[in-house]
């Protein structure tokens, strides 16, 4: 279906060139602020006053005058100093939420794009922080939002699996391995061994040779250090697994900085090639002296002849275009690496080619973690990310246990997990990406207000709304006409919020902020709290009358459920 805005739109620019005898293609129209000001306005008479010769009320006056709105405009008028208030009819509404709910949706986007959604990334050997918790919900959001708008989307989970902490690791392997520890808890008895090797090392500065020689070993192949290099990976990957199984998170590609280790050479080589990197003291590095950037120098080769982080993500840079035709890549990393990404993205732009397309770094702030949220024993922000989804879970139990006792014990497990997974989903997408934001049981589990288990909820109250219908011998008829001429203006301004998704979903979009359409639903559904609310739906003498508004909430439910999928969150049917 045509979004609604698009198909006014058309409309609004068949008038214009018939009255003014001009040809236009695109034009201001924005969804209206008040709901005194109709259902959309737009600014044409005051952006074009000048061109026409005229004062913005004598032209929109013109306008308005021999104003032919078809079977989509109700009426038009003049406001202030020339704006166009537009009324649609009734009657789009009806025939539209009853597309929306059923066909794709039209948004006019140009989605040629092929797109590189690099998110999640954690390091091997060890647990994911929570910064790749909000990197992992952001990304796939964002992935969601593209692919509703027709792009294709690679999802890339960029993870850390180069580099020296390797060579150390195998030494201490090798040296202190408790193996009980490792089978029940890989990731835990890795690290374990990482921070012991530091510390011996400190003692026997020895240890640090050793490890390079390991870590050699790894680069060259050989069978015994490049097998553990690999075992490494599969037992880490096994525990992110178990968290993005829990999220319901599926990655299009898993390609780990060692995956760009071979193509780095010729990296180095086009980036000599093309003279914007000097030798300084045995290193190669990009100065960004003559450039306006004012970035601090970037080092792509190290004086041993290692290559950098720097390096590899140039590397993934080049493929990604050459080798996936990416046009678009987003990079869903927190904000620490701003510095980083400004570095690549420059030099990208700098070598052109294979390496220059449009790149975002979708940076997001710290997640704090107050009230007794679980922190790890060593503290800082490294939380077990298992254990903040299970005490989701069971505080979501506890409710449904208190709410819904007649539930079985399978229904009550099912509907915890969704709710309790959704809550902190929702409560990540729902902050604006770029501030820093503080978890607190409280704001994440909160039935009321701008949480996911209100979401839960109201969509709930739909579905047992149906249910109640159904034991009434009232069946739900999706294609009956959500306003009629007895509708209320509550009803009438539901579905036009209802009609203003794909907006929400362009702007998401524009800003890559998934917190814009957290805002729209939760708009949407405080809505329709109060109007649910305010009116008997069920307890009406006009059985017609129930079934239009049946359906009406049948369709707020439907596109809350269209919303909450967008970010991710699965919906219950009861609880
Ligand atoms: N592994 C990195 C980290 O945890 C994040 C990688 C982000 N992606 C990238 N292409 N650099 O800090």
């Known amino acids: 279906m045509k979004i609604l805005i698009n198909q006014v739109l058309e409309v609004l620019n068949k008038n214009i060139e018939k009255t003014f005898n001009i040809e236009i293609d695109s034009n201001d129209i924005q969804n209206s602020t008040k709901k005194e000001f109709g259902d959309f306005q737009s600014n044409f008479a005051m952006k074009n006053a000048k061109a026409l010769g005229d004062n913005p009320r004598n032209i929109a006056n013109k306008l308005i005058e021999n104003f032919d709105g078809e079977d989509i405009i109700e009426k038009i ?28 949706i039209e948004y006019n986007i140009d989605s040629s794009k092929i797109v590189a959604i690099d998110y999640s990334s954690p390091n091997i ?40 902490q390797f060579g150390k690791l195998i030494v201490a392997y090798n040296k202190w391995l408790d193996r009980e520890k490792y089978e029940k808890d890989p990731i835990g008895e890795l690290e374990r061994l990482y921070v012991l090797f530091g510390t011996e090392a400190k003692k026997d500065p020895s240890l640090d040779d050793l490890a390079r020689e390991e870590l050699r070993k790894v680069q060259i192949g050989d069978e015994v250090n490049f097998a553990l290099w690999k075992e490494f990976i599969t037992y880490s990957m096994k525990e992110y697994n178990k968290v993005y199984d829990r999220l319901g998170i599926k990655f299009e590609l898993i390609n780990g900085e060692s995956f760009y280790n071979e193509m780095m050479p010729d990296v180095l080589e086009d980036i000599t090639k093309k003279g914007i990197a000097k030798l300084d003291d045995g290193a190669l590095v990009v100065f960004f002296d003559e450039n306006e950037s004012n970035l601090p120098p970037c080092i792509v080769r190290k004086k041993d002849g290692s290559f950098l982080y720097s390096t590899s993500d140039l590397a993934t ?18 904000e620490r690496q701003t510095g980083h990404f400004k570095q690549v993205f420059e030099i990208s732009r700098l070598m052109g080619g294979d390496y220059d397309y449009d790149k975002i770094h979708t940076a997001f702030g710290i997640m704090r973690f107050g009230d007794g949220a679980i922190f790890s024993s060593r503290g800082g922000n490294v939380i077990h990310l298992i254990d903040l989804l299970d005490e989701a879970k069971s505080e979501v139990l506890k409710v449904i ?11 009550k497990e099912e509907i915890a997990e969704v709710v309790g997974v959704g809550a902190i989903k929702y409560f990540d997408l729902s902050q604006n990406r770029t501030s820093p934001i503080m978890f607190t049981w409280d704001k994440v589990l909160a039935f009321e207000g701008n949480t996911g288990p209100y979401f839960q909820y109201t969509y709930v109250r739909i579905q047992s709304l149906k249910r109640k219908a159904k034991e009434m011998g009232i069946e739900l008829n999706e294609n009956i006409d959500v306003l009629t001429k007895n509708s209320i203006a509550s009803e009438r301004e539901l579905v036009a919020t209802m009609l ?17 359409i957290a805002d729209y639903i939760y708009d949407l559904a405080k809505q329709f709290n109060s109007y649910y609310n305010n009116e008997k739906i069920l307890a009406n003498e006009d059985k017609e009358q129930i079934l239009n508004k049946l359906a009406l909430c049948d369709k707020v439910g439907e596109v809350l459920k269209k919303g909450l999928s967008l970010l991710g969150i699965n919906t219950v049917d009861k609880m």
């Open 77 to 104: 008028e003049l406001a202030g100093p020339g704006f166009l208030n537009i009324f649609v009819k009734d009657s789009i509404l009806n025939e539209d939420i009853k597309k929306m709910t059923k066909e794709n």
């Open 125 to 164: 050997a060890k647990r994911m922080h929570v910064g790749h918790l909000r990197s992992t919900i952001i990304g796939d959001a964002l992935k969601k939002i593209y692919q509703e708008l027709g792009f294709k989307v690679y999802g890339d989970n960029h993870i850390g699996d180069w580099g020296t």
């Open 317 to 334: 840079v080049r493929y990604r275009k050459r080798d996936l035709g990416v046009g678009i890549g987003i990079y869903v990393v927190d």
């Open 401 to 411: 246990e208190e709410k819904n006792p007649e539930l079985t014990k399978e229904e």
């Open 500 to 516: 203003k998704y794909p907006s929400a979903v362009i702007k998401a979009y524009e800003t890559n902020k998934p917190n814009v």
